[in-house]
Nanobody, 119 residues
Framework: QVQLVESGGGLVQPGGSLRLSCAAS????????MGWYRQAPGKQREVVAT??????NYVDSVKGRFTISRDNAKNTVYLQMSSLKPEDTAVYYC??????????????WGQGTQVTVSS
């Protein structure tokens, strides 16, 4: 069984910073694309940033403020968030495409971590 466990959420003032982490555990053959999504109250879940071996992508609203990175040795993806705005308030979810064997891939979600930006 593969799991993704997020950490690092919390309450921060506007203009502040937070760093989210997401670690994958279990039987892992290979991790392909990893990403962060978020869901604000009353809104649909949206992609924030993704990272693969070839590139990174960001939603326009976070470009220049958020940075996604990964440590393949630790099976971990990070999201460094700076210049946070109240509209960044949401539950942030980690997502990864994980292969447990050469043939078996599964899209996996973490449990989510709350980020609240408020004064």
């Amino acid at each position: 069984q593969v799991q993704l466990v997020e950490s690092g959420g919390g309450l921060v003032q506007p203009g502040g910073s937070l760093r989210l982490s997401c670690a994958a555990s279990g039987i892992i053959y290979r991790i392909y694309i990893m990403g962060w999504y978020r869901q604000a109250p009353g809104k649909q879940r949206e992609v924030v940033a993704t990272i693969s071996s070839e590139n990174t992508n960001y939603v326009d609203s976070v470009k220049g403020r958020f940075t996604i990175s990964r440590d393949n040795a630790k099976n971990t993806v990070y999201l460094q968030m700076s210049s946070l705005k109240p509209e960044d308030t949401a539950v942030y979810y980690c997502n990864a495409e994980i292969a447990t064997t050469y043939w078996a891939r599964k899209n996996t979600w973490g449990q989510g971590t709350q980020v609240t930006v408020s004064s």
